[in-house]
């Protein structure tokens, strides 16, 4: 199983509560949050780890330099990291068709490790982690379930769907070999339609739609995480980490 990072854009939201870094060079507890994906993921036996890099990629690339992995960790470049997160993904493609599993990551999250733990110990081949607390609006990608199935994933589901509930994706997200397959090739297509600035959770939709009895979904509910976007998520997610008390390395 190997992993995928996408830690290419700019974060132009977070302004200049970024310090001029990258979101995954945000620290907390020491250690930048590119750090603790690598070290999570190294304790839970992925056998390859991809960082896809964009804006600030030399400062990336010197952080990496520094760590020391047990799991071998590769970069891959977004030069185009202006135009939406499907090009990032698409720099990935290469490593997507391996004929191995695979996870998905957006570097900009802090999370309690039992989350990562949950996605890379599941008996499932393809899935979503979904959290049921959240605060409803456009800005939350959520996941809607119809029984035990997720049926649509997007900010702004549609309604004609119909489902029982909805959840907050996390934005992580496991992959089969042949879903790994199949999602290298709706990436390429979506890049060869010239659809770039579309993101990357549009891809993994299209999948959905067309064969959701393949999906399953890990309920994360009262496990602790934040996507940093904000300036605002900067103080939350530091807010976050000290109320763990220890519990998060």
């Known amino acids: ?6 830690a ?3 974060g132009e939201r977070l302004g200049a509560a970024a310090g001029g870094r990258p979101k995954c060079l945000l620290r907390y507890g020491g250690k930048t949050l590119l750090q603790r994906h690598i070290e999570i993921l190294d304790g839970l036996g992925v056998a390859r780890i991809f960082v896809v890099t964009g804006y600030g990629r030399e400062q990336i690339f010197e952080t990496l330099h520094d760590l020391d ?3 071998p960790v590769a970069t891959l470049t977004n030069l185009k990291f202006e135009q939406g997160s499907v090009v990032s993904l698409f720099q990935a493609c290469h490593i997507l068709g391996d004929g191995t599993d695979t996870i998905l990551m957006d570097a900009d999250v802090l999370y309690d490790p039992a989350i990562l733990g949950r996605l890379c110990s599941t008996r499932v081949g393809n899935c979503l982690l979904l959290d049921r607390d959240f ?4 800005e939350p990608v959520k ?3 119809s029984g035990a199935t997720p049926v649509e994933f997007r900010k702004l589901p549609d309604p004609a769907i119909g489902w029982d509930y909805q959840g907050e994706s996390v934005g992580f997200f496991r992959f089969d070999a042949d879903m790994s397959e199949r999602l290298r090739q709706k990436t390429r297509e979506y890049i060869e339609q010239d659809r ?10 299209d999948l959905l739609r067309e064969t959701p009895e393949l999906f399953h979904i890990e309920d994360v509910t009262g496990l602790d995480w934040i996507e940093i976007d904000f300036p605002e998520d900067v103080a939350r997610a530091l807010e976050l980490f000290n109320n763990a008390g220890g519990r998060w390395r």
């Open 196 to 205: 770039v600035y579309e993101p990357y959770e549009e891809v993994i939709r």
């Open 143 to 145: 996941i809607c379930v």
């Open 69 to 71: 992995s047990q799991t």
């Open 8 to 10: 290419a854009g700019r």
């Open 1 to 6: 199983m190997k992993a995928i990072i996408l």
């Open 135 to 138: 605060e409803p609006g456009d």
